[in-house]
């Protein structure tokens, strides 16, 4: 084989490899990008951010006495904090702009919310619970007809 031919050869394997590597990168990726797993956004309201609120209810009526009923409010404040991420890449057909901020607003109420519960502080954790929660009907009167008004 001709050294030219050789060269020629292994910039040939090479790219290949290259591009399988590539490909194989992106693949991974894709795969590692959240999709929705049931992209109906009534049971995803049902579903996962009910159950969380109905049991914040309860556990909001007055301030924990011991450390397991801190941990419950640890755990939903987290979780509607967190599962309101889910909502930005799940839009609506129009007034996505609003969609956003409503969703940043009420992930950052759910942020303030968790760090409160976090520092067993309950006139803060109630103050943030509850402005969250205006954030929850604000976007229920924007994007439901103003139906589901949430009572803290
Ligand atoms: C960015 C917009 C948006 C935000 C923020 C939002 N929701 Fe909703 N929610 C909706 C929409 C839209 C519906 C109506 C879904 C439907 O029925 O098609 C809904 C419906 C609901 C329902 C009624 C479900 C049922 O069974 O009919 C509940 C409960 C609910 N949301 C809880 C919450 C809570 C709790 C929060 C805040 C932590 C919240 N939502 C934040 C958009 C939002």
Redesign the pocket.
């Known amino acids: 084989m001709k050294y030219n031919t050789f060269l020629t050869l292994l910039v040939v394997i090479a790219t290949s490899i290259f591009a399988a590597v590539a490909a194989d990168h992106n693949d991974t990726k894709s795969a590692a990008s959240p999709k929705p797993v049931d992209d109906?956004?009534?049971h995803?309201?049902?579903y996962v951010?009910?159950p969380?609120?109905?049991r914040l209810q309860v556990t909001m009526a007055s301030e924990p006495s011991d450390k397991k009923a801190w941990k419950v409010m640890k755990a939903d404040a987290l979780t509607?904090?967190e599962?309101?991420n889910l909502?930005l890449h799940r839009f609506?057909e129009e007034n996505t702009d609003d969609?956003?901020r409503?969703?940043v607003?009420?992930r950052s109420a759910?942020s303030d919310f968790y760090q409160a519960a976090r520092q067993k502080d309950f006139p803060s954790a109630s103050k943030s619970y509850r402005l969250?929660?205006k954030?929850?009907?604000?976007?229920?009167d924007?994007?439901?007809d103003g139906?589901?008004q949430?009572a803290p």
């Open positions: 109906d956004m009534h995803l309201m049902e951010f009910e969380a609120w109905k509607l904090a599962v309101t909502l609506p969609w956003v409503l969703a607003e009420t759910g969250m929660l954030s929850c009907n604000t976007c229920h924007a994007f439901a139906e589901h949430l």
